[in-house]
């Protein structure tokens, strides 16, 4: 019985992604990941196209699957009209599904991002605000970040925002019924079961490895975990 | 010679070997050329692969042939209409002339794939990109430099452009591009022992006779370095050289590297008389190439009486498959006509 | 120093333009065979020691030609010298001498690098 | 430039009635551009665009880095349509790039496989009540600035030249993936040269560089930036464009997409930091502009209510270098007309 395939060639964008490839290594050439990640997407439309389930199995538990950063320049350029992102998108549905992603460094991050974005979402109707780009969880941001968000309803609104106001304009209150309208979307669809896995199987793994996992996001140990640690090993063959 | 008029459009090497053939048997022949000399894509190109023949040498001997006595030459006439009536193929040229025989052939060959439509590799945009067509013209000249004029110290070849790519809608290998780079690259070995010459390629394909000693003798003879990759984007530089990236497939590592020119081995594709004319009696295939009744067997019957195909017009060959096919066209035309 | 969570990465591209592509010449001045390699990698189907270990030939002789010599001697290391890939070659390559001719190639730059 | 085959193909822009569907990056980070691109609309081109009060996330970010699955965001998407759709409204306007990208996505995905557009309807039916109309034309405000350029450029007040030199300013415009790599036929021009902002870069007196890394991603990648860990990617590949482009010397930087915009804009600011390097002359750091800053600040509008004084890098030179009138003193105040405490400088960029 197929384990993964026949979940994989049902995505409708596997179907779209996946005609046959000849190896030019055009996706390759232009892909942000694979210069700075051991990641070759060729090889991936190879994987799939050799329909070992052993091999999917083992992709699902790699690092590989997470290196892709979904920008499609693979799909600009593709003489065969192959799109390895397509590909990569249903693997990590796949891997979150069956619970591989908790076996890699990198698929373990999904946690934090469904901590993060994924909630986000589900409460505020935004995938991010002002009030979600914590300064201390983004030094990248700046010194001029750090002014805008203590001083966030005074900068935004001069900027003819509505600062978690209700109403029309940037950076509003969402109503709560567009919320409640989300939500049920996300439990119809499936999403909200989704989100329950990613944790569970998250929650499991955190125990594996020694952590505490709380509700409470900043004193997540688990989360700070997948959040910040790098092996530094991701760039070698 | 009563009944036995050929009218043969295209006088490339196709049409005249053809019109030669048909000269040797007794058939008045019309050949009817839309440029000003006879040779079609011959007259581009200096030295045949893979004997390194001048092409002059091939040009002359097809002036010679055209020359037959039997043979009544046009140039400057493109055909716009084709019809068959009362048992008679008709050719009607621009300027309304009228052509008529017993049996056409269609030798109206191919033409070179535009560059431009690959715009991630900056032909037309970006002046150290060129096409193999053009780099054959410099050859003619004898002399190959950087668009500033100076001697390219690194050249890089790019195979299939316009070939074997879904997206241009030319799904097909043009089959003579690979033997033609390595060509182009010993030329320019010759011309240039110091300049590096890197090919890029898929697979090559050197289906030939002598092609794969050719291509040995350019990796141990010129140093051509040969790298397994598609290149996927080309860039001019500030300085106006051109930075292009690939895979280096057999290394799993993207690559990038900057040349002085890059050369874009351009494909076949039909060229627009065939598939003009082709449409009009009912033969458009593929690409719009000419279709041929059966591939194996009757390759230069159509579904229409009276109606031939000789050369690249079906599809890409080289010169020798071309004057081949050209001399088993004249052959079923003789047939033809004894039988009618 | 601020604590920022995460480094520049670098990069893996192959850059032509840096890549030292002239030490290759010295392999190919003795083993002038090695330059009508096709990669065609019958070489490493057939290696002992690439189906029981990384090594793979064709992609050391490779990453030779593009002027990769990191970890390039432990790889090289694992061939034990049996000559199979030579009888398998269609191309008729000295890869035995290649590989041999890396080797002392590649213990120079080590020397070289400890000496300095 | 050369021949350019797109010329021949003009992508449908629709020219009045809109549905704005705001962009959860740029109303965070650019809430300034949202609002001068409403106020462009309206008073000086006089469109009508509704900013609807309903409106929520498209899913994007969380559906390109794996944690919303197809079937919610196809749903989601189709709430947004069903909020069009009560409107009246048939054009369809998101803010973000990677929506744009996404809703075309989904839109291409019904077109190919009309059994997941009947799933989408009941699932949105069943979860909200809603039904819903497919956009008849989706455009992004790029597109509609663009297709307007030459009416906008009437009102402007400057142009994008060097006061000084009277020469063209010189420009690096990045398009954003998601703008033109996933459906090249949804682009104005093409996915290679596409001419959203040259078009307009060009009618507004700049010149647009054309560096060797134009068409590469800015890194954002979505979990790679999310994640702390994997930042290193996100900025090594917006290193590798300002090193590209430190050459041609650009005056500045605009970028169709929020994300590019904010994240060319910091990671200079971090790249100082780490390593001690600008890739301008005066360790000022190259300006990084949204398309819609670019317009406002040609027709006059006041720079600390388009929101310069959110950038990381400052703008004032350049400003100065086009000759637009400013209050310095009025930068760091606030909505309510107070003075706020005024940031702290970074070490190693001038700011």
């Given at each position: ?70 920008c ?166 | ?340 | ?116 | ?22 962009s959860?990056i740029r109303?965070t980070f650019f809430?300034g551009s949202e609002?001068a691109f ?57 803010s973000c790039v990677t929506s744009f990208g ?38 992004h405000p790029s597109d509609?600035i663009y ?13 994008l ?10 420009v690096v415009e990045h398009i954003g993936c998601h703008y033109s790599k ?6 104005v ?5 596409p001419q959203v902002l040259a078009g307009m870069i060009?009618?507004?007196?700049g010149?647009v560089i054309?560096y060797?890394e134009r068409r590469h991603c800015c890194g954002f990648?979505?979990?790679?930036y ?8 996100s900025?090594?590949n917006s290193?590798?464009k300002f090193?590209?482009m430190?050459?041609?010397?650009p005056d500045f930087i605009v970028s169709n997409c929020p994300g590019c915009s904010m994240f060319m804009d910091k990671w200079q ?16 750091g190259i300006p990084v502009l949204t398309y819609e800053e670019m317009a406002g600040m ?8 388009l929101g310069f004084?959110l950038h990381q890098i400052?703008v004032?030179?350049l ?33």
């Amino acid at each position: 019985m197929s384990k993964y395939i026949d979940k994989i060639h049902k995505d409708v964008r596997f179907i779209e992604g996946l005609k046959a490839c000849m190896n030019c290594g055009v996706c390759t050439a232009i892909c942000p990941a694979a210069e700075f990640y051991n990641f070759d997407p060729r090889q991936i439309c190879n994987i799939l196209l050799e329909k070992d389930e052993e091999k999917i199995e083992e992709l699902l538990k790699t690092d590989t699957i997470w290196y892709c950063g979904q920008c499609m320049s693979c799909k600009a350029r593709c003489p065969r009209g192959n799109v390895p992102a397509l590909l990569i998108a249903v693997l990590r549905m796949l891997s979150q599904e069956t619970g591989l992603f908790v076996e890699s460094e990198k698929g373990r991050q999904q946690y934090a991002i469904k901590k993060t974005i994924g909630e986000n979402i589900i409460n505020t109707g935004y995938c991010v605000h002002v009030d979600h780009v914590n300064p201390k969880l983004h030094p990248e941001q700046g010194p001029i970040w750090k002014w805008y968000t203590e001083n966030a309803e005074e900068v935004a609104d001069r900027l003819g925002a509505n600062y978690n106001k209700v109403g029309p304009g940037a950076l509003r209150k969402i109503p709560n019924e567009s919320i409640d309208e989300i939500k049920k979307i996300f439990q119809i669809t499936g999403g909200l079961a989704f989100f329950d896995k990613i944790d569970s199987f998250s929650e499991d793994k955190a125990k594996e490895l020694h952590f505490n996992s709380v509700k409470e996001l900043l004193n997540d140990e688990y989360f700070y975990h997948v959040f910040i640690h790098n092996s530094n090993n991701h760039n070698k063959q | 010679m009563e009944n036995r008029k050929v009218i043969i459009i295209g006088g490339g090497p196709a049409g005249i070997e053809a019109a030669y053939n048909l000269a040797l048997n007794n058939c008045s022949v019309t050949v009817l050329e839309k440029e000003a000399h006879i040779g079609g894509n011959i007259n581009n190109i200096v030295k045949l692969f893979p004997s390194f023949v001048s092409a002059d040498e091939i040009h002359e001997n097809f002036s010679q042939k055209s020359q037959h006595e039997n043979i009544k030459l046009y140039t400057n006439t493109d055909i716009t209409q084709l019809f068959f009536e009362n048992d008679l193929w008709h050719a009607k040229d621009a300027s309304g002339e009228t052509y008529t025989a017993d049996a056409l052939l269609l030798s109206t060959g191919f033409k070179t794939f535009d560059a431009r439509f690959k715009e991630e590799l900056g032909y037309g945009i970006y002046s150290g990109v060129i096409t193999s067509v053009e780099l054959e013209a410099m050859f003619k000249e004898g002399k190959i430099t950087t668009p500033e004029g100076k001697i390219p110290q690194r050249i890089a070849f790019l195979n299939c452009v316009g070939s074997r790519d879904e997206k241009v809608g030319n799904h097909y290998c043009s089959r003579v591009c690979c033997i033609n780079a390595v060509k182009q690259s010993i030329s320019i070995k010759e011309l240039l022992p110091d300049t590096e010459v890197f090919c890029f390629y898929m697979d090559i394909r050197m289906a030939g006779q002598f092609y794969e000693e050719l291509y040995r003798k350019s990796q141990e003879k010129h140093n051509v370095n040969y790298i397994r990759g598609r290149i996927s984007e080309a860039a001019a530089t500030i300085d106006n050289r051109v930075q292009i990236k690939c895979e280096d497939t057999l290394n799993q590592l993207p690559m990038k590297m900057t040349v002085d020119l890059l050369v874009l081995m351009v494909g076949t594709e039909a060229s627009d008389g065939t598939t003009n004319l082709g449409e009009q009696v009912g033969v458009k295939g593929e690409y719009g190439f000419a279709k041929s009744l059966n591939l194996h067997g009757a390759d230069n019957l159509t579904i229409k009486k009276g109606l031939f195909l000789a050369g690249s017009c079906k599809r890409p060959l080289t010169l020798p498959e071309t004057m081949a096919d050209s001399r088993a066209a004249a052959f079923e035309i003789l047939n033809y006509l004894n039988q009618n | 120093m601020k604590n920022w969570g995460f480094t520049i990465s670098t990069s893996r591209t192959i850059d032509m333009d840096k890549a030292d592509l002239k030490t290759y010449n010295k392999i190919t001045e003795k083993v002038p065979s090695a330059k009508r390699c096709l990669m065609c990698g019958a070489c490493s189907a057939t290696c002992a020691a690439h189906n029981h270990t990384s090594f793979n030939f064709r992609k050391c002789h490779l990453s030779f030609r593009r002027g990769q010599f990191e970890n390039l001697a432990e790889e090289l290391d694992k061939c034990m010298l049996c000559g199979k890939c030579k009888l398998v070659c269609p191309r008729g390559v000295n890869t035995r001498a290649i590989i041999f001719n890396m080797r002392i190639f590649l213990n120079d730059l080590n020397y070289k690098k400890i000496s300095l | 430039m050369g021949k350019q085959y797109w010329k021949d193909y003009q992508k449908q822009i629709a020219d009045d009635d809109y549905f704005y569907e705001r962009s959860c990056i740029r109303q965070t980070f650019f809430p300034g551009s949202e609002t001068a691109f409403l106020k462009m609309m309206r008073e000086v081109l006089g469109k009508n665009i509704v900013d609807d009060t309903n409106l929520h996330t498209c899913t994007g970010i969380g559906f390109y880095s794996g944690v919303v699955q197809l079937d919610t965001t196809m749903t989601i998407v189709a709430r947004l349509f069903a909020l069009m759709t009560d409107s009246g409204l048939k054009n369809f306007v998101p803010s973000c790039v990677t929506s744009f990208g996404l809703i075309n996505e989904v839109v291409d995905i019904w077109k190919h496989f009309p059994e997941e557009l009947d799933k989408a309807r009941r699932f949105l039916k069943e979860a909200t009540g809603r039904e819903f109309e497919i956009p008849e034309n989706v455009a992004h405000p790029s597109d509609i600035i663009y297709k307007n350029r030459k009416a906008l450029k009437e009102k402007m007040k400057y142009q994008l030249v060097n006061k000084k030199t009277g020469k063209p300013l010189q420009v690096v415009e990045h398009i954003g993936c998601h703008y033109s790599k996933i459906f090249p036929d949804h682009v104005v021009g093409s996915a290679e040269f596409p001419q959203v902002l040259a078009g307009m870069i060009d009618e507004w007196g700049g010149k647009v560089i054309d560096y060797p890394e134009r068409r590469h991603c800015c890194g954002f990648g979505f979990r790679q930036y999310l994640v702390m860990a994997n930042r290193g990617y996100s900025i090594a590949n917006s290193k590798k464009k300002f090193e590209s482009m430190q050459a041609y010397e650009p005056d500045f930087i605009v970028s169709n997409c929020p994300g590019c915009s904010m994240f060319m804009d910091k990671w200079q600011y971090t790249i100082a930091e780490m390593e001690d390097i600008t890739y301008d002359k005066n360790k000022q750091g190259i300006p990084v502009l949204t398309y819609e800053e670019m317009a406002g600040m040609l027709l006059g509008y006041n720079p600390w209510e388009l929101g310069f004084q959110l950038h990381q890098i400052q703008v004032e030179p350049l400003l100065d270098k086009i000759g637009i009138a400013y209050n310095a003193e009025e930068k760091y105040i606030g909505k309510s007309g107070m003075m706020l405490k005024t940031p702290e400088k970074p070490l190693n960029i001038i700011s």
